[in-house]
């Protein structure tokens, strides 16, 4: 029972670590491409003229991700309890949490490298920086898709924790007989 009180505190802790994930994303995507939080986000989120800056796109940024960590934490975090240890299951699904949003910043940063798809991308006539625009827009795109691909990883991870510590419990009975 004590384990599954152990769920909130786990999936919270996601949603946390996917809000200052889309805290940190949004000051590269800012840096990027400003017009982006301009033309889109900011009138999107109402963000008042006033905080339209890096505070904006930070308030942008943390709205728009928390709730990530409820669909990358819950998976990672339920399947993390097939550790039998309390504490190992912890330290796995910490593990899992912060490899997936690696695997994401890693992944948005690369599509950096890349000169965005201009002609696939709505570019509103407020932007001043059309291509600016599209490199912060693009960046935003592959989080979702680079979000979901760090999931797998992690549930990967999780999966193959959860087994080596499984057989382990249950081989170390039969040692000591």
């Not at 946390?16 to 986000?41: E, M, R, W």
């Not at 904006?56 to 097939?82: C, E, R």
């Not at 001043?128 to 691909?149: N, V």
Request: glycine share 10%; hydrophobic share 50%.
């Amino acid at each position: 029972m004590r384990r599954l009180l152990a769920l909130p505190i786990m999936i919270g802790f996601a949603c946390v670590l996917a809000g200052v994930y889309g805290v940190v994303h949004n000051q590269i995507s800012f840096t990027v491409g400003p017009d982006y939080f301009y033309a889109l986000k900011f009138p999107q989120f109402r963000i008042p003229e006033l905080l339209q800056s890096r505070v904006g796109a930070a308030y942008v940024g943390w709205q728009a991700s928390w709730w990530m960590g409820l669909v990358i934490g819950i998976p990672i975090a339920v399947m993390s309890l097939g550790i039998p240890s309390p504490k190992q299951a912890r330290r796995v699904f910490l593990q899992a949490a912060v490899l997936v949003v690696a695997i994401t910043l890693a992944l948005g940063l690369v599509s950096l490298a890349f000169d965005p798809p201009m002609e696939h991308i709505p570019v509103p006539t407020a932007a001043k920086d059309p291509i600016g625009y599209g490199r912060a827009a693009m960046l935003h795109d592959t989080s979702y898709t680079a979000g979901m691909i760090g999931l797998v990883v992690g549930l990967i991870y999780v999966g193959a924790q959860v087994r080596a510590a499984r057989r382990k419990a249950f081989e170390a009975p039969s040692e000591g007989q």
